[in-house]
Every structure is written in C-alpha cells, then in structure tokens.
C-alpha cells in the first residue's frame, strides 16, 4: 500500500546501522579512563540540587455549581467572583518588564470540567491568524498558550491554546521545555473554546474536561503557567517571568494554581477510535494497477487518572503529513521526526534515551519501515500493539511499548516482535533517573532469517539533571547492546553538561559508542568514537538600539576512533555571530572550519556515477555562512541564506531561500528551494543539486482544510507531489483524500500514483 507517509519518508529511515562501516576494524580492548566522561559524570552528581521552584505567583480555581456557556462573553456570575491571573512580563523584546497589553485569565472548575477565561488586552483589532487549521505554530501570530503541570515535576505539561478566531492547538510538553523537541502537537484530546473580538481585545473562553489530564486523586495544586504572542505590540509576553536565555516555554518558570476543593477521580471514558481504508494505486515501472481495501483502528483505555491504555490493530498512517525531502551532503542519515498518531503520547519517556541524533536506543520511525531484497527502504506492515504510559505517583513515570510487524516472505522480511520498557524516577526538583530496555525480537525463524539477526536488545541508564530555575541541565548514561555474534564493544556512553545565565551559557559534551554497540530499533549515526563538544556562548542586550541581542558563539568539536587507536577522524571549529533586531528580523553570520579522516570512500555529491573520494584520505576545508531572515508578522516574509567556501578538495556555493505568503485566514503558501554548486578537482565529480518545494494550504473553514505539497530533488531524481483533503466533520473524527504522485526525473516519467480515501471516527464509551 502507498500512502503520503511510506511514499516519501521512508527512504532515508533505516540506514543508520548499514551507511557507516565504522564497526569493520580489528578488536581493541576499550580504554574505560576517558577523563571527560568522568569529568561530566561527576559534576552533573556533585551539583546540589533545592527542592522548591522560586517562583511563588499563584490564581485560584474557583468551584462552580452554575452551568457555564461558552459565548466569549464571561458573563456567567462565577467568572465576576474570582481573582484573575496577570501581570504578565515582557519576554521580548526585554524580560524585566511588565506587558504593556496586559492578558487577564480566569478559572473554574466543577466534576467535569475544567473551565478557563482568557481576556486578552491588545493595542488595536489587526490581528495576524494566517490559518484557521488546528495545531498552528504559535510564532509571528496573536495568541495564547497555558501549559498545565499537573504533577508539579518541572518536566511535563499538558499545553492548550488559542488565538482571536477560536482556532484551537494541544501539545504535550516534556524534557523541562527547554528545546523545540520537547514540544509534541501531534497529541489531540476533546475539548471546546469560543473566542469573540471586541473593541481592544479579545475573549476566549474554553471548557476542557478534567479527563484530558493526568493527575492524582484529591490533588488540590498544579503548576501553571501562559505564555503570549501580540504582534501588535510587538510583545512575548509569560505569565511566570521567563528570562530571555531560556526557552519561552520552559516549565521552570511557572506558578500555582490551587483549587478550592479536592479533585475528584475522574471517570475517564473508554475511546474506540475506527477507521476505513482504501485506495488505488499504479506502480508505472511494472504497469500494474491495484487496489486495497483495510479496516483497523486504535482504542484508549484509561487506568485510573494518570496511566492510559493504547492499542492498534492494523494501523494505517495514509493520513500522516508527508515529510520534508533533505538535501543531504554528509555521511550520515538524516533524522527525520516521528508524525505517527500513536506514538505519540508519552513519546518523551520511550525515545528520549542516551543522545538525541547520535546515539539513540529508541527511534519509533524504525518500526514498520525495513529493506527488500534490493536494499529499497520500504513499508512493514504493522499488526498490532498496545501501549501502557503514564504516572504511578508524582515522582515515577512508567511506559511499556510492543509492536508486531508482518512477515514479508518475498522481500525476506521477517515478522518482529518490538518491545520497550520505561522507567523514570525524579529526584531532587526536576531531575530524573531512567531505565530503559529496548528488545526486537524475530517471532518466526523462517529459512532466510541469519542466526545473527535473531534478536537486538538494549538496556540503560540515564541521569537528566535539571535546575530549579534551569542555570544547570545535563545528562549522563551508559548503554549496553544484545545481539548474537556481536563483539566485545557493545556499550555507549556519554554525558554533558550545562550552564547557562542571561549572558552566558557554557555547554561540554562527550559521546563514545562502541564498534559493537547495535540498536536495531534506535538511532547510531556512527559507530566506534569518542567525541567531545566545548561550547561558549556570549549575549549581549543593548538598550536605546534598534537591535535587541547580540549573540557571539564559539563551537568546537573533535572525534577520534578506538578502534584505529584512537586517530583522530573529525574536527570542527565554528565561529557564529547573529543580531536580533527588535523588528523580529534577524541575521546571523558563522566561519566554519573542518577537518575530515574518511573511513570508507565518499562522494560528496551523491551521484550514482561519480569517482567518490578515497577511504583513508583527509581533508581541511573552511567556509562562511550568511542568513537573514525578515519579519514573519509580515503578510510576506521570507528567510534567505548562503554558504560560500571549501568543501573537501573543492568548493561549494550554496543559495537557500524560504518564501512565505498569507492571505489569512484562508490562504498560506511557502517556497522553500535550494541549490548548491559543488566543484571538486578531476577526476571527482562537479554537479548542482536542486531542491524546489512550493507548499500551498487552504482552511476553508475550521474544520476543512486542503493542502498541497509539491517536491523536486534532484539528489534523489525524485518530483513528487502530495495533495491532502480533510473533513473533521465531527470532533477527533475525519475524512481523508489523499493523492500521491511520484516521478523520476532522469529521464523523466511517472513512477507511481495513488490516491486514497480514509474514514476515522471517534466514539466515547
């Protein structure tokens, strides 16, 4: 079956553990003193860590008997007896400032329901919604956001948002916030919102039932805070005074909000979550047509208030955003985030184990991707899985994760069975301690399953360190693989550690993954290193300027291998400047030098027919880079960038530009292209890859929307083109139209064509 997930994605997904040939050199006895490690260890354990968040602004949650009706007009007598939370603070363009628009937000509560009023003060009516979509980004748009701590961890939170058209957005937020990763919209849950406009703000008034959270019985405190995007006045603005060198939505900063009874345990309702598949599909290379026609669905059954039971039968993910095509010039696979509904939740918890992007035990987008017999990435059929997740009490989280893949005896794929186990402890005020174990196991030892690929297994450990107030995050763990066959060097290891002030922020990190090490369902970008990472980063915040921070960063990088006596394979030293204007346009500018020890033999270009470049030689290459970007409040904006310099024993010129349009509410469209002029010495090769991707989307109303993406890589002699129509005819429930169409372009001619309907369909039991 082809569908806008498998048709495009999966491409790049599974190389991580074949593109290197890193673990082919002779055995060597790991060297265990590595002074940076240990180093890094033992700061992250030495730093004494207080128990209580510093700050200490509290709203009250009122009871309620009367029944609210959400019309954006707060008129109900409830909202006009209970204390509001304001005095929200300037995040930009300054952080010791109060809002000059100030928001006021109110809540109440009964059984049920948990309900919040939000008036939010602005200098004029001309907003910016570029899009009535569900889930919009929350940048260079007016908004609100709140973010729910219900456990009162620093790590977790329940996010919910809205803007002046009554669009609604839902996240789950983990890992402290302190990155965009620990920012999950893909996560929906049930709940209502009315926004109405009046003369110098706007009301959103929002009724969310108590079941969409996690808590514990009879709690009567959660940690709260709101932050807000008012393009009008040129403001970010956070409830909880937020510094501008951390994150906008970090749970570090946030206050109480203190119920005036006891929670009750909520009955959480049991959802069967159905759906109907089909689609015709045309494969031009063999000039056959076919048709498919599959049932399954997804159900979630709650255990008490705070852990959730997911199951799956036959999922299909057709529906599923296709992904961005990446130019690629380096060595390694490229990263490319999980957008499958059902991995989603707790996600945090499963995958965000050892180091993101280099060593990783969990990566979901392994499962249901695999190799046929000419090493094309293509789709495994999923059979089933369940999911358990959630907390046991407000320090232990727990998740437990297995999946059964399907047999594919033409392609030698044999059928899976993908179990992980999870368990994070906190300790101190926002630290954790994690267990992790990672298990793929073939469930039926067909005649063309290898011994060696009977099983992979990974254990570990993690320590996340994390401050009260954030000036000090790290981490350390210590990983080990299972697999038959496999050498001595099987651990991987690492740690880093931070810290950061409003002008400062020092950052040291150091990785070793052994030649052995083997995650088949994780992340290894390359085996057998030791790497160490020093960064310093400098902000300065001029006052009477049009320009709001500078930023000078100096990284460095060096990666050496155990297994060739620990020569020196990597280097990198960058120098980066970039200016903040107080307009939100930005520049940045950086000098980057490289020093590369090739392992095996390389074509920078990544034609099929080029002479690559000669394992075993090195190369010094240095170049500079230039961006700008103009404001995105802008009805036009765009971002622009260029690279200019060496690369490897040649030269490279790069252009990058992203174009943006809105029309709004109704209408965005974005060009993002690329070309980069590669020119190597003879006999390599001297090409020019482009990369054109024009995306345009229409939301007719709040509840129909249509995109269409359109791509060209010439990297890949790939044109494609996905085209997505969707009806949330009801809350959560949908119906999908999807055409996929994929050419090739040397010479140019149609690969394969699909298009296929899909039917989800909520029911609360």
Known sequence: MIN??????????????????????????????????????????????????????EVHVKWVEEEIILDGALNE???????????????????????TAQTEIKMLFDKKYLYVGIKVYSQGDDYVVPSLKRDFSARANDNISMMFDTYRDGNNAFMFGTNPEGVQREALISGGGAERKDFRSTWDVKWQNVSKKYKGYYIAEIKIPLASFKFRDQETRWRFTAYRFDTQSNEWSTWGNTPQNQSLMSLAFMGNMIFERPLDKVKTQFALIPYVSGNVS???????????????????????????????????????????????LTRFEVFLPEKRQFFIDNADLFSDFGSLGAANPFFSRRIGIAEDLEENTIENSIIAGARLSGKINNNLRIGVLNIQTAEDAANEIPTNNNTVIAVQQK??????????????????????VEEAEEYNRVIGLDFNLRSEDNKWSGKYYLHKSFAPEAGDKDMSSGGFVEYNTRDWKFNLSSIYVGDDFQADLGYIRRNDIVTVDPTATRIFYPTGSKINTHVIEVR???????????????????????????NQTGIEMALNHRYTYLLEDFDPTGSDEGEPLPAFSEYTYSKFDFTYESDRRKAFSYTARTDLGQFFNGYRYSLTSDFRLRIQPYFTASFRSSVNYIDLPDPYPTETIWFVGPK????????????????????????????????????????????????KTTPFAPGTRALIVKFTYWINI
């Open 696 to 743: 345009f989307e229409f939301t007719f109303t709040k509840n129909l929307f249509w995109s269409t993406f359109i791509q060209f890589n010439s990297q890949d002699e790939d044109f494609s083109i996905n085209s997505r129509l969707q009806w949330r005819f009801r809350p959560l429930s949908d119906l999908y139209v999807v055409y996929n169409d994929n050419y």
């Open 4 to 57: 806008s997930f498998g048709s495009r994605s999966i491409k790049h997904l599974i190389q991580a553990n074949k593109t290197d040939s890193f673990r082919c050199y002779k055995p060597f006895y790991l060297r265990t003193n590595f002074a940076v490690i240990k180093g890094i260890s033992l700061l992250c354990l030495v730093l004494l860590m207080q128990t209580s968040f510093a700050q200490q602004k």
């Open 282 to 328: 045309r494969d031009f290379d063999v000039g056959e047509t076919s048709t498919d026609f599959s049932i399954g669905g997804d159900a979630k059954i709650p255990i008490g208030n705070s852990l959730n039971l997911d199951l799956t039968v036959n999922p299909d993910f057709s529906q599923v955003e296709v992904d961005e095509l990446v130019v690629n």
């Open 77 to 99: 007598t409830a909202w006009q007896s209970t204390d509001a939370a304001t005095d929200f603070w300037q995040y930009f363009p300054t952080d010791t400032l109060l809002s």
């Open 427 to 448: 300790v101190f005020s926002r630290s954790n301690i994690g267990f992790v174990f990672v298990n793929r196991q073939v469930t039926s030892m067909s005649d063309f």
């Open 556 to 582: 460095a990088s060096s990666t050496w291998s155990p297994e060739l006596d620990f020569k020196y394979t990597d280097g990198m030293v960058d120098l980066e400047y970039q200016i903040q204007f107080r």
